[in-house]
């Protein structure tokens, strides 16, 4: 299958900064970007969608100013955790879609966020 | 509102086992199920389905999809400790193909 890479893995960083988690398509070029929550034992809750080029579209309930995505090339989107509290701590993942058809959303490593 | 639910929540086995896991769905312009297996960090894929009735198989795992019932199912045989993990559906939804998932069978195989 295609690659993900998502970076860093974890990270942790005091409460009021920002973190930026990058998600990279290796092999092919990704129209269509993801970006998880994760809580553990639950289940990965959509969070934004990116176009390549374009604004991103958010889920109800996720503040657009406070996750700042970015989707630059068809090989890159990055999520800024902006002025981070604790109780933004969570898993990060990213996923990649190519374009076209029926495909299978590949998914990065994911990010281990701890705000301290 | 597009739905996908997983059954059971959570299930111990023992090593050797069959285990079928669930996953209904109700979602507008259904096109694909995909089933991912996620340990310790993402998900990673398995399989996707997109015809009813055709089963799809890697090792010990299959699956099938019945597209008039709105369910699949994720069989996996001979249960090794190592399938242990949180066995997630996902349906894509949305004019974006945004994968919603249910909330994922969270399996442990003892020996």
């Known amino acids: 299958g295609a690659v993900v890479s998502q970076h860093p893995s974890w990270v942790i960083c005091k409460s009021g900064t920002s973190v930026k988690i990058e998600c990279r398509s290796l092999?092919?070029?990704?129209?269509?970007m993801f970006w998880y929550r994760q809580f553990p034992k639950q289940s990965l809750m959509l969070m934004a969608t990116s176009n390549e080029g374009s604004k991103a579209t958010y889920e109800q309930g996720v503040e657009k100013d406070k996750f700042l995505i970015n989707h630059a090339s068809l090989t890159l989107s990055t999520l800024t955790v902006t002025s981070a509290h604790p109780e933004d701590s969570s898993f990060y993942i990213c996923?990649?879609?190519?374009?076209?058809?029926?495909?299978?959303?590949?998914f990065g490593q994911g990010t281990r966020l701890t705000v301290v | 509102e597009d739905k996908v639910v997983q059954s059971p929540l959570s299930l111990v086995v023992h090593e050797g086992d069959t285990v079928t896991l669930n996953c209904s769905y109700e979602v507008t312009n259904f096109r694909s199920l995909l089933w991912y297996k996620q340990e310790k960090k993402a998900p990673t894929f398995l399989f996707m389905l997109t015809s009813s009735g055709i089963e799809k198989k890697s090792g010990r795992l299959s699956s099938i999809l019945d597209k008039k019932e709105l369910f699949s199912i994720l069989n996996i045989t001979a249960t090794q400790t190592g399938d242990s993990a949180v066995y997630l559906c996902a349906v894509p939804t949305g004019t974006a193909s945004k994968l919603t998932f249910g909330t994922g069978t969270r399996l442990q195989v003892t020996l």
């Open positions: 092999d092919f070029q990704a129209t269509t």
């Open positions: 996923s990649a879609r190519g374009g076209g058809g029926i495909t299978e959303a590949f």
